[in-house]
């Protein structure tokens, strides 16, 4: 059961003066078959705890551990090849590509499993249309990347993550620049994604109302203290309401609604 294990993490900085610490004594576990969010104010620390959990960069303190197949494997013990077959990383910038179709910017995805060439065997291909039909974008193959809508790339790179054949997928604010419509449909994706395919995934978001209502479990970063549960569980102890709340901004605990009073 590939899970993602948080022991006592501290995540930061190391400057020429010592350390900056951002966030201390994290202890969590991302499920398998779940899609997490990660809630939070600006500056508080989501972006560098997603680099730390995506190695980008390294812990301060604690250990990450990743359970695959039921062993425990400490996150900094793994070379970057075996990081690359069990973390899939989505990020929200445009891929810096030219004269790329989709179909070959999703194939790119395998990389981790051709050799020096990078040439996709009938295997690899397989994998990168059943990850193309899993997307519904068989329509956008043929199309060359600079030319797809928001939306439509984060299919890409959501397509692309999917061929990498990972059991866990990492995700950086992947509603951000969306209209409504697609955000929804990217967040009933991500969800159905995990039951199904029983992917381990994890995002940042500032999509609060979205969170609440397709979320399976929150990561609310607050100073200080990490509080983890369901929508429900994090309504029922107050952790939303303090996150939420301000004046003229209401949080409803039992519909679980956000209110803006005039």
């Excluded at 419509?181 to 995002?203: D, G, H, N, Y």
Aim: hydrophobic share 40%; proline share 4%; net charge negative.
């Amino acid at each position: 059961m590939e899970s993602v294990l948080l022991h006592n993490l501290s995540i930061g900085y190391r400057t020429k003066d010592g350390q900056k610490v951002v966030a201390a004594g994290l202890n969590a576990t991302i499920n398998r078959g779940e899609l997490t969010c990660l809630l939070g104010r600006n500056g508080i620390g989501k972006s560098t705890l997603l680099r730390t959990l995506s190695a980008f960069q390294p812990a301060l303190d604690g250990q990450i551990t990743i359970n695959a197949d039921s062993h425990p494997l400490p996150m900094a013990q793994l070379t970057d090849k075996q990081l690359s077959r069990l973390l899939g990383i989505v990020l929200t910038e445009k891929p810096d590509v030219q004269n790329m179709t989709t179909e070959e910017l999703v194939g790119m995805g395998r990389s981790p499993y051709t050799g020096f060439w990078g040439t996709l065997d009938d295997n690899d291909r397989r994998l990168v249309d059943e990850a193309i039909t899993l997307l519904e974008i068989d329509n956008l193959k043929g199309r060359m990347v600079n030319t797809l809508s928001d939306g439509e790339r984060q299919k890409v790179m959501l397509a692309k993550a999917l061929a990498q054949q990972t059991p866990i997928i990492y995700l950086d604010e992947p509603t951000a620049f969306l209209d409504f419509p697609s955000k929804v449909e990217i967040m009933q994706l991500l969800r159905r994604l995990a039951a199904e395919e029983q992917k381990t995934i994890f995002l940042s978001t500032h999509d609060v109302e979205l969170t609440l209502q397709l979320a399976d479990r929150i990561w609310l970063m607050e100073p200080g203290t990490l509080s983890v549960g369901t929508p429900r569980q994090l309504a029922d102890d107050g952790a939303l309401s303090r996150f939420i709340e301000r004046n003229g901004i209401e949080f409803d605990r039992q519909t679980l609604t956000i209110h803006v009073t005039k």
